[in-house]
């Protein structure tokens, strides 16, 4: 009988033992960033993607198919998503200010697991470096490894080696002068190694990391991964290019802007106009618009290369079991729909991203959800998975942890999803701030804090009209009236306070 209770007390002790020793293991967190990427992807439905380990990631855990960046452009997009706070809390809706500008005390997502003891680093573009911007070195263990966004290898693209109008927009020179620059290509198609090209050297930092981490198992590892492609240029090496049969690629269907849109509510060819041999004002030709459509998939396919070395590695390694991981696009890309290119817009190609969430013991692989998603709402999901205290602040936190849909993709913990843009209407500023559910997206366009009859309205619905043809605003009174009393939930956009 003694012995037998010893036995029991022995098992009993090693059991809790085994428990303790699990509660206190923390996992790393690996967060994806990729610029640019809109839902061209294989596991999205898109037959053309060549995009397989995109696809085997997302087959990991959960794919969100209805997940909105909360502004189409990329530093307030990653200032969303490190600081779980919307552009119309921050007030900052350009990529020159830095976020500290509007909360100097906040604390970012790496920053806080830096706190609670985690080793944060950044490799490639995570924060937005350039426009006058900066890194934040706060929320960083270790100084950010960066790369080049912009980079040619045949000096005929960069007008013979010389300083381009993006270049020196992305490495903050001559921000003062930039029109007095050359255009560099849109473009650059070669024969040459993954690692000539950023991506590539992000990965192998990448890989170098997660190998360290493997070295020092009591340390977890925050590693913020920022790859640069699709962003332009198209530069991808030669093979990417071969993947994709160029007459396979279909021209936007429809090249004109909603009908009865706001006429300030579109754009045209925005940055596309820094490159070559881009005309000044469009139409382009149908030779220009295919060839930028199969850069962008040729870039993507680039991209996941790199992306699938990275996951080799972590299985490699044995990590993958005791790793958290999201994959993030920080926005949309039009591709000639409504006649527009690039982003800035509150329209759906500009607005929607890809987002998987893979969390061992927690998703289920090859599991999906359209519970509307923004990417404020990654830093209260990864908080809660990690079993961190919720996030202090001192910033606004506008999400909302997802992982309950995490655990049961049927879950809705939110019927919406909100994004905003900035445009100027008869010289003044007005905010288009958007709810997306399931259906329908409505805009309301209007100065903060003037009255709701001020403003001008776009509704679309998604099942009856994906491509956005008609602005439904005037004919759909209930369903606006439904979805503006959504928009008061939400405080009115801020504007960024004044420096003293």
Not at 107 to 120: D, E, I, N, S
Not at 157 to 176: D, H, M, Y
Not at 472 to 496: G, T
Request: net charge negative.
């Amino acid at each position: 009988m003694i012995k037998r209770l010893f036995t029991f007390s022995a098992l009993l002790l090693a059991a809790t033992s085994q428990a303790l020793h699990a509660a206190s293991d923390k996992p790393n967190i690996l967060l994806i960033c990729v610029d640019d990427l809109k839902p061209n992807i294989g596991c999205y439905g898109d037959a053309l993607a060549k995009t397989p380990n995109l696809d085997r990631l997302a087959a990991r855990g959960m794919r969100f198919d209805l997940a909105f960046c909360n502004q189409a452009v990329c530093a307030p997009s990653r200032n969303n998503l490190l600081l779980g706070s919307r552009s119309t809390s921050l007030g900052i809706y350009n990529l020159s200010d830095n976020f500290r500008k509007a909360v100097p005390d906040a604390v970012t997502l790496p920053q806080y697991f830096k706190q609670h003891g985690w080793r944060a680093e950044a490799i490639g573009k995570i924060l937005h470096t350039g426009h006058g911007n900066h890194d934040d070195e706060a929320s960083w263990s270790v100084p950010p490894i960066k790369d080049k966004v912009v980079e040619y290898l045949d000096p005929v693209n960069s007008a013979n080696g010389k300083l381009t109008r993006e270049e020196a927009f992305f490495s903050n020179q001559k921000l003062g002068k930039i029109r007095t620059l050359p255009k560099g290509a849109a473009w650059e198609n070669l024969d040459v190694p993954d690692n000539a090209y950023a991506d590539g050297r992000i990965a192998d930092a990448g890989i170098r990391s997660l190998q360290a981490a493997k070295a020092k198992p009591d340390e977890p590892l925050f590693l913020a991964l920022g790859f640069v492609k699709p962003h332009l240029p198209f530069t991808a090496p030669r093979q990417y290019w071969e993947m994709h049969d160029r007459s396979a690629f279909a021209l936007a269907q429809r090249t004109t802007p909603p009908d009865g849109a706001p006429e300030y509510a579109g754009k045209t060819l925005g940055e596309l106009n820094n490159y070559t041999p881009i005309p000044e004002n469009p139409p382009l030709t149908e030779d220009t618009q295919r060839t930028l459509i199969h850069g962008y998939y040729a870039a993507v396919s680039f991209m996941d290369a790199q992306l699938g070395r990275v996951l080799d590695e972590l299985d490699r390694l044995e990590l993958a079991q005791n790793t958290i991981i999201v994959l993030w696009g920080d926005h949309g890309w039009h591709l000639g729909d409504h006649g527009m290119w690039t982003k800035h817009t509150n329209y759906e190609q500009a607005n929607r991203i890809p987002l998987f969430i893979i969390a061992p013991g927690v998703t289920q692989p090859g599991s999906h959800t359209r519970q509307p998603a923004e990417t404020v709402d990654v830093l209260p999901t990864l908080v809660e998975l990690a079993g961190l205290p919720k996030h202090p602040g001192p910033q606004p936190l506008d999400g909302t942890s997802l992982v309950p849909v995490l655990k049961d993709p049927s879950v809705r913990v939110r019927a919406y999803a909100t994004h905003a843009f900035p445009r100027q209407r008869d010289g003044k500023q007005v905010m288009g701030r958007a709810i997306r559910t399931e259906r329908y997206r409505l805009v309301e366009w209007k100065e903060p804090g003037t009255a709701p009859e001020t403003a001008d309205l776009e509704l679309y619905d998604y099942q009856e009209d994906p491509l956005e043809t008609h602005n439904l605003a005037e004919s759909q009174a209930s369903v606006v009236k439904e979805l503006r009393n959504l928009l008061q939930e939400q405080p009115e956009a801020a504007r960024l306070p004044k420096q003293p």
